[in-house]
C-alpha cells in the first residue's frame, strides 16, 4: 500500500476576529471540494504551536509509561461522564475483529458542579480524572486550547461552503459544542502480537462532526476512498488531519461522507496521536440542510439528537458501557 499525501488547506484566513475576505471564499470552497472527494484532509495556518504539541506529546508518553495500576486507578469505568483511562482491547471500534491493540486517556471539558449541563445531569459533563503528574494538566490546558481553536477555524470554513453564517456549526441551540479531547498510545506490533485482522484501530467513521488529529509522525493511520481501496497516509509534523463524522454526512445528506479509517501498529516503535472530536451540542437536531437537497431529492437519514446519536456509538464500543464486548 503507497502512501499519500492528502492536501492541504491553510485555515488561518478563519482564525477568530479575522474579518470577511475573499481569501475565506477560496478556502471554503477548496475544503468543500475536499470533502466531496475523500473527507480526509491536512490543515495549516491552525494556531497550534510546535512547543506547545510537543509538550503535549512527552506528558503523554509520561503517563502511559506508567505502571497499569496507576493508570487504572482513574479507569474510564470510574468516570459517570466518559473521563479516564482505556485499557488495551477494552474498546472494538469494528465489530468483526478483537478488541484494538491501544490504550487512551479521555477528557473532555471541565466542568465543575455549578456548571448548567452538570446541574441538568446530561451525560457527557463533568469533571476529567487527572493523572497524578501536575504537568500533564498544564500540558492538557494549553493544548487543548489552541486545538479548539483550529476546531473552530475549520467549522467556520466548512460553514461558509455549506451556505451557512460561518457561526452556524458553533452557535447551535441545545447547549454548548462539545470537544473531547482523546490520548492515544499504540504500542509496537512485536510487542503486543496481533491476532488476525486485530488491528492498533479497527475501521470505524467518527460519530460527531468534524475530528481534528495530531500525531507523533510514525504513521499508521489508513483511510478508505470512497472508491473502496485503503490509502495510507502522511501527516507532516506541522500540520494536523481533518476529518468528517457521521452527524456531518447526515447535515449534508451525504454531499460530504464520513470516511472509513483505521490504524496499524507500527512494527517496532511506539505510536503516539491525539485526536480532538468536535461534537455538536447535546440536545441539538441535527437534519438535512437545505442547502445540501437537492430539488425533489428527499433527506436520507432521519433526523438525530446529536448526544443521543454519541451516547449510542460508545455503547456499542466500550466494554465498560457493553458488557457483550467483555467477553
Known sequence: ????????????????????????????????????????????????????????MAAMREFFGRPDDEKLAIAIGNSPCHRGYVAIAA??????????????????????????????????FGPNQWPADPAFRVAWEAYRAQAIEAAQRVQRAMARALGQDDEYLLDRPGGEVMYHL?????????TVHPGPD??????????????????DGVGGLQVMRRDGTWIDVAV?????????????????????VSNPHRVVNPPHTDRYSMPLFVTPPFRAEISCLPSCLVPGEEPRYAKQEAGAYLMSRLDATHSYRNPLLAS
Open 1 to 56: 500500500m503507497s502512501e499519500t499525501n492528502l492536501p492541504t488547506v491553510d485555515v488561518s484566513p478563519f482564525a477568530t476576529g479575522a474579518p470577511r475576505s475573499p481569501e475565506q471564499d477560496a478556502v471554503a470552497a477548496e475544503i468543500d471540494r475536499t470533502c466531496r472527494e475523500i473527507g480526509f484532509f491536512l490543515i495549516s495556518g491552525h494556531g497550534v504551536e510546535p512547543q506547545v504539541k510537543d509538550a503535549m
Open 91 to 124: 474498546e472494538t471500534l469494528d465489530e468483526d475483529t478483537a478488541g484494538d491493540l491501544k490504550e487512551s486517556l479521555d477528557t473532555g471539558g471541565e466542568h465543575g458542579p455549578d456548571h448548567p449541563e452538570v446541574q441538568a445531569g446530561i451525560p457527557m
Open 182 to 190: 482523546r490520548h492515544l498510545h499504540y504500542p509496537p506490533q512485536d
Open 198 to 215: 486485530q488491528l492498533g484501530c479497527g475501521a470505524h467513521t467518527d460519530y460527531g462532526t468534524v475530528t481534528l488529529l495530531a500525531d
Open 236 to 256: 507532516p509534523t506541522d500540520r494536523l488531519v481533518v476529518n468528517l463524522g457521521d452527524l456531518m454526512a447526515i447535515w449534508t445528506n451525504d454531499r460530504w
